[in-house]
């Protein structure tokens, strides 16, 4: 979308251009970027009307800009993206009544704006760690990759927003990098009844602000993209003895039973 915020026009009027250059912000369609104006010298005057005849606003052309004619101000008739055009050409005509015309020569320059998010390699991941991991690993090996088509990496911001109780999880770096490492930040200590989640969700905020100074940070647009994660805490699995099943035979004894007592001599 087009940024906004103020534009600089500059006018002549034999044949030459007017210049508009936005900057910071947005502008909605419809909405009024500069005003071109031309003079009659005839007395008393016939009237001055105005149109876009190249470059916009016509039928052989995008329907992108529209001027007033009879003012003479230029409007916005769809949303302008810097990713995609950073300069417009257009030729204003002036008319009177009586068949005369001048043309004046526009070029709209449209600058950045921070209009995208971050985007990352994936939105959501499944993690399982041990009880016992011990703090500064790097869980799974997690990276989270982000790209942002109109912001450096180095504006990237990294920062879990909920779900990180006892704040057992960070990012390293936590800035300045198009990619990130999940940390254990403290160990878990469910023996000790500090921890009784076993179970987290983890929301992750990746902003583009890091760049911006603390005076230009509360009035700049910023963008944010996000990710979840869900980790599960297994505990130390039990000791558990092996049993192995056997097949037996049972077999059929016939005993005979002898009198463990001697007979008597006579």
Request: hydrophobic share 40%; net charge negative.
């Amino acid at each position: 979308m087009i940024p906004y915020g103020y534009f600089i026009i500059y006018l002549y009027l034999g044949l030459e251009y007017l210049t508009i250059i936005f900057k910071h912000g947005f502008i909605l369609v419809m909405s009024e970027i500069g005003k071109v104006t031309a003079t009659d010298e005839d007395v008393p005057s016939t009237g001055i009307s105005y149109s876009i005849v190249a470059g916009g606003g016509t039928w052989d052309y995008s329907k992108i800009f529209w001027i007033d004619p009879e003012e003479g101000m230029v409007h916005i008739v769809a949303q302008l993206d810097y990713e995609e055009t950073q300069r417009y050409l257009l030729t204003v005509q002036a008319s009177d009544n009586e068949g005369g015309t001048t043309d004046v020569q526009v070029t709209v320059n449209v600058l950045e704006a921070n209009d995208e998010k971050p985007v990352c390699s994936a939105s959501s991941h499944l993690l399982e760690v041990p009880m016992d991991l011990t703090s500064g690993t790097n869980i799974n090996g997690l990276y989270i990759t982000c790209v942002d088509r109109d912001s450096s990496p180095r504006s990237f911001r990294y920062f879990i927003n909920s779900g990180n109780v006892n704040n057992h999880f960070t990012f390293s770096p936590s800035a300045g990098s198009g990619s990130s490492r999940l940390i254990l930040a403290s160990p878990f200590d469910y023996k000790g009844g500090l921890d009784r989640v076993w179970e987290y969700r983890l929301e992750v905020l990746i902003t583009d602000d890091n760049l911006l100074s603390m005076a230009n940070g509360s009035t700049a647009l910023v963008q944010t993209g996000s990710v979840t994660l869900t980790i599960k805490v297994i505990p130390n699995p039990t000791t558990v003895v092996p049993t192995t099943v056997r097949s037996f035979l049972h077999y059929l004894f016939t005993l005979s039973v002898v009198d463990p007592v001697p007979s008597k001599v006579m």
